[in-house]
């Protein structure tokens, strides 16, 4: 599947190892190289600021969108290709769904993670068909997909579904991953 923009979900914050800011700088790198746009919560601070600046830097296009609440505080990039102030988080997470072909994590915090899985759950229950991944840095994400791992054998998460979220610690292999993606019939339910 062709992927035009990638939608990235990470920190406002940079985080305490500087691994997480290259890595943010990194993919912001390969995405303009590749001719694949951003799309992102609109932010000048933090990862979220990293990886924007280095897809402008780079020459790539840049699609922010902020709530107004964030914007008024000025944390709002006033350098992008577009940003769009929407009314609150929920007009952010659906205007970015209906914007990105793909999405991937960068380390974060509990935004990161609720953006992260609302995706995950639309694909989950068939709403979306859109790829979702975790770019590894430094083992941040290996806790999580253990816990993804213990809902598997607890039987809360279909194999399937845990495979939906790709992995990998390589942008460019991460990225090739993504377009090479075709969704599945999956159904939702473990006992039905």
Not at 38 to 45: E, I, K, M, N, S
Not at 119 to 132: E, F
């Amino acid at each position: 599947m062709p992927i035009r923009r990638v939608c990235v979900f990470c920190g406002s914050s940079p985080g305490h190892d500087p691994a997480y800011t290259a890595a943010a700088q990194r993919l912001g790198e390969r995405l303009a190289a590749r001719g694949q746009g951003l799309v992102y919560g609109g932010g000048d601070v933090g990862l979220m600021g990293v990886v924007a600046n280095a897809v402008l830097e780079a020459g790539g296009e840049v699609v922010g969108v902020i709530p107004r609440a964030l914007y008024d505080r000025e944390v709002g990039h006033e350098g992008l290709t577009r940003l769009e102030v929407v009314d609150d988080l929920f007009a952010r997470k659906a205007r970015m769904l209906e914007l990105a072909d793909a999405f991937v994590s960068l380390p974060g915090g509990v935004g990161t993670l609720d953006e992260l899985f609302e995706v995950l759950t639309w694909v989950q229950l068939g709403y979306v068909s859109k790829p979702s991944a975790l770019l590894e840095v430094g083992r941040f994400w290996a806790p999580l997909l253990a816990f993804l791992d213990q809902q598997v054998e607890a039987r809360f998460l279909r194999p399937e579904h845990r495979a939906l979220l790709l992995t990998d610690d390589e942008p460019d292999r991460l990225l090739d991953r993504l377009e090479a993606w075709r969704p599945e019939a999956l159904d939702k339910w473990l006992d039905r």
